[in-house]
């Protein structure tokens, strides 16, 4: 079920991305034919404006998974040093066993 969450997700980022780039740049463009008779100069405002809304967008949207990832990272570290010490006090345990 996670993984259908996860996708679901995935799958609004897929839309958010092109459609935080087309409102504001269709709006520059709009106001450049109509008000401003200009062209290039609102259009590229609002892609501006677009590509700044995006990025933030996406990147609130991946954050929990970014932190989830980080959290298996850690746990996966501590299982590592976890086995390793649990190594090293094994062998230490078998050499005084040897020794005594």
């Not at 990147?59 to 970014?66: D, K």
Request: proline share 4%; hydrophobic share 45%; charged share 20%.
């Amino acid at each position: 079920m996670k993984n259908w969450s996860a996708a679901l997700q995935l799958l609004v980022v897929g839309f958010y991305v092109p459609l935080s780039l087309l409102i504001p740049t269709g709006i520059g463009l709009w106001l450049d034919r109509k008000v401003f008779d200009e062209f290039p100069l609102c259009t590229l405002i609002g892609l501006g404006i677009g590509t700044i809304i995006m990025v933030y967008g996406v990147y609130q949207m991946v954050r929990p998974f970014l932190k989830e990832a980080k959290m298996v990272g850690k746990e996966s570290h501590v299982k590592q040093k976890r086995a390793k010490n649990t190594t090293l006090i094994n062998s230490g345990q078998e050499r005084s066993k040897k020794e005594g």
